[in-house]
Nanobody
């Protein structure tokens, strides 16, 4: 059974940082691309960052220069380091693993950026 568990969300002031983790089990993590999505209230879910199984990365324009995605295959974990957070980064953040026709989502972790 595949499980993805996100952690690291919380309340942070504008300009602050958070480090989100996605712990995977039930899969050979290194075979999968890892995606971080977010969904703000009343908005569609959007891709924030992506890292391929080979380490190639992609960032949404809103994340470039502030967020860093990484992976530790030995620990079956993906990380999203978020710096210089803004109120508009407030959302539920989801981890997603993809490989060919396989597609797994975590339950999400809330990030709130507010003073």
């Amino acid at each position: 059974q595949v499980q993805l568990v996100e952690s690291g969300g919380g309340l942070v002031q504008p300009g602050g940082s958070l480090r989100l983790s996605c712990a995977a089990s039930g899969v050979i993590f290194s075979f999968y691309a890892t995606n971080w999505y977010r969904q703000a209230p009343g908005k569609q879910r959007e891709l924030v960052a992506y890292i391929s199984s080979g380490g190639r990365t992609y960032y949404a324009d809103s994340a470039k220069g502030r967020f860093t995605i990484s992976r530790d295959n030995a620990k079956n974990t993906a990380i999203l380091q978020m710096n210089s957070l803004k109120p508009e980064d407030t959302a539920v953040y989801y981890c997603r693993l993809t490989r060919e026709r396989e597609d797994y989502w975590g339950q999400g972790t809330q990030v709130t950026v507010s003073s």
